[in-house]
């Protein structure tokens, strides 16, 4: 069974700066694109940043020159550092992965993590 578990989260102050983990277990995998939402209490789910197998990368506009995503296939983790932090970047943070798993055949499957709570406040 595939898992995604999320580190890194807490409480910073305005200006501060983050590291998120997500280190992905179980499971026959190949990874396709991994990333990392927001989700704010009372607002919808969004993106914050993905990054291919290849290394591309995407960012959410809110994030820009802020937040930068990496991965390490042989640990199969992906990280986010977050930095020049805003009280509006206070949130749930969720990791995700799009992978092709070999169950018998390869099937694609997405993988959500439980969250990390990301707070700034001074």
């Known amino acids: 069974q595939v898992q995604l578990v999320e580190s890194g989260g807490g409480l910073v102050q305005p200006g501060g700066s983050l590291r998120l983990s997500c280190a992905v277990s179980g499971g026959i995998i190949s990874m396709n694109v991994a990333g990392w939402y927001r989700q704010a209490p009372g607002k919808q789910r969004e993106l914050v940043a993905t990054?291919?197998?290849?290394?591309?990368?995407n960012y959410g506009d809110s994030v820009k020159g802020r937040f930068t995503i990496s991965g390490d296939n042989a640990k199969r983790a992906v990280y986010l550092q977050m930095s020049s932090l805003k009280t509006e970047d206070t949130a749930v943070y969720y990791c995700?992965?799009?992978?092709?798993?070999?169950?018998?055949?390869?099937?694609?499957?997405?993988?959500w993590g439980q969250g990390t709570q990301v707070t700034v406040s001074s």
């Open positions: 990054i291919s197998s290849g290394g591309a990368t």
């Open positions: 995700n992965a799009d992978v092709s798993v070999f169950v018998g055949n390869w099937r694609p499957r997405s993988y």
